[in-house]
């Protein structure tokens, strides 16, 4: 059963497979075949690192598997790059740090249901570590 308002709806015969995109409020409790899951819009981050919570702002859209959107934190906005969802709700994307030092920050996440209301993974940071991920909508 699939309720709420959807911004597309996809049937590949030859999969077969239903592919949904869904507006926030929509929810998708019961689906037969593969779906994407509704990861578009604003969350609110948090990775927690030795120096303690390091919270960020992620504001994402999706077309296909392809994930666009902005990270910011401490006054800064970066462009994701390499970003991907999959069918199964698996979202990886880099993000350009600039402080302290120069690197691409790697973010593997999953959404914890099918609305995508809350998320969760690992930050990693070349030559620093790898960090616990959380996130919820904004």
Not at 52 to 72: A, C, E, F, R
Not at 103 to 108: E, P
């Amino acid at each position: 059963m699939i309720h709420g308002s959807f911004t597309q709806v996809r049937w590949t015969p030859a999969t077969p497979s239903l592919t949904i995109f869904a507006a926030q409020e929509g929810t998708c409790e019961y689906l037969k075949g593969e779906t994407t899951m509704a990861v578009h819009g604003e969350f609110d981050l948090t990775a927690t690192t030795p120096a303690g919570p390091q919270t960020s702002h992620m504001s994402v859209d999706v077309d296909g598997g392809n994930l666009t959107g902005t990270i910011s934190a401490n006054g800064q906005t970066a462009p994701i790059t390499d970003g991907h969802v999959s069918d199964a709700g698996e979202i990886t994307f880099k993000v350009h740090l600039t402080d302290p030092a120069p690197a691409d920050a790697v973010f593997v996440a999953k959404c914890d249901d099918t609305a995508c209301t809350t998320v969760s993974g690992t930050v990693t940071v070349p030559g620093v570590g790898s960090f616990p991920l959380s996130g919820k909508r904004a």
